[in-house]
């Protein structure tokens, strides 16, 4: 297992900007899957973007030109370069991982505790 902790949220007013970071932590894990989710309020949780190590991206249309994701290796990290933000665009955002343990079989699922995201003027 991994723990995932996001940064980044805020409040901006249409058209903004903000960008979310999420750092994985653990020992003897490899991650497999790097990713965002969002969760607005009465709604069920949904895929934002997706970064597979050495795999295709993946984004939600709604979000498709507007949001990149981005990842460092290195230092096990993923970002999520949100540009010309609606207000459709406000709640909860997780950081979402899928990680191997070295040396065992099977995968694990992690979830950050989430950071929200309000679009407002």
């Known amino acids: 297992q991994v723990q995932l902790v996001e940064s980044g949220g805020g409040l901006v007013q249409p058209g903004g900007s903000l960008r979310l970071s999420c750092v994985a932590s653990g020992s003897n894990t490899r991650i497999e899957k790097m990713g965002w989710y969002r969760q607005a309020p009465g709604k069920q949780r949904e895929l934002v973007a997706t970064a597979p190590t050495g795999g295709p991206i993946t984004y939600a249309d709604s979000v498709k030109g507007r949001f990149t994701i981005s990842r460092d290796y290195a230092k096990r990290m993923v970002y999520l370069q949100m540009n010309s933000l609606k207000s459709e665009d406000t709640a909860v955002y997780y950081c979402?991982?899928?990680?191997?343990?070295?040396?065992?079989?099977?995968?694990?699922?992690?979830w950050g505790q989430g950071t929200q995201v309000t679009v407002s003027s």
């Open positions: 979402n991982a899928v990680s191997t343990r070295v040396g065992a079989l099977g995968s694990w699922t992690n």
